[in-house]
Every structure is written in C-alpha cells, then in structure tokens.
Nanobody, 124 residues
Framework: QVQLVESGGGLVQAGDSLRLSCATS????????MTWFRRAPGKEREFVAT????????YHTDSVRGRFTISADNAKNTVYLQMNGLKSEDTAVYYC?????????????????WGQGTQVTVSS
C-alpha cells in the first residue's frame, strides 16, 4: 500500500501564493510518477502537473504553466506544488496521485493511489 497525504491548502486572495505538499509513504518503490490533479465545483477532475522521481522531469498543463511549479524532494519522499498568481478559477480540491507509469499520463484512471485532497479557495 501507498499512502499520500496532502497539506497546504487554504483561503487566499487573487494574486496570492500557496504551496501544497504531498507526503508519500508505504510501498512506493514502483511508483515512478507523481501528479497533482484538481476538481473544481461541478467539474471533472483535471490534470495539473506531473513529475517523475527518477529525473524530476516535469510537465504542466497550459492553464497553470508559468504560474504553478511541481517539484519533488526525493530525500523527504514529498512532492510540492508551488502556486503563484492564483486566480478564482484555480479554486478546487487539489489531489496528489501516484502512478507506475514512466511516461506522462494525464487521466485519473491511470493512477493507482490518491490522497484525500486539500481545498484551495481563491477569492476575487
């Protein structure tokens, strides 16, 4: 089993910054990829950003590129999402997820483990 625990969400104003953390534990040896998804009210869960443990290669979706940055601390088994220039449309529950896939995968069904989520609310 793999455990993922997110933290760092909160209520902020437009333009502010937040850093989300995802602490991983358990049998993570085969989990090559970590990804942040989000689910806004009334919408489907959507891909935000992804990173591989082996080389920290990253990929961000267009709507957050230049504002959000995913990173990983391999020694701490923790993945982060630095969010700058937050907008009201970034309001959502943010989830981290783990996948065995080495290649980039962006759909939720391709992920094996999920955290419980952390709420981010951006007021305009």
């Amino acid at each position: 089993q793999v455990q993922l625990v997110e933290s760092g969400g909160g209520l902020v104003q437009a333009g502010d910054s937040l850093r989300l953390s995802c602490a991983t534990s358990g049998r993570t040896l085969n989990m090559h990829r970590m990804t942040w998804f989000r689910r806004a009210p009334g919408k489907e869960r959507e891909f935000v950003a992804t990173i591989t443990w082996s080389d920290n290669y990253t990929y961000h979706t267009d709507s957050v590129r230049g504002r959000f940055t995913i990173s990983a601390d391999n020694a701490k088994n923790t993945v982060y999402l630095q969010m700058n220039g937050l907008k009201s449309e970034d309001t959502a529950v943010y989830y981290c997820a783990a996948s065995r896939s080495i290649r980039i995968v962006t759909t939720p069904i391709q992920y094996d483990y999920w955290g419980q989520g952390t709420q981010v609310t951006v007021s305009s």
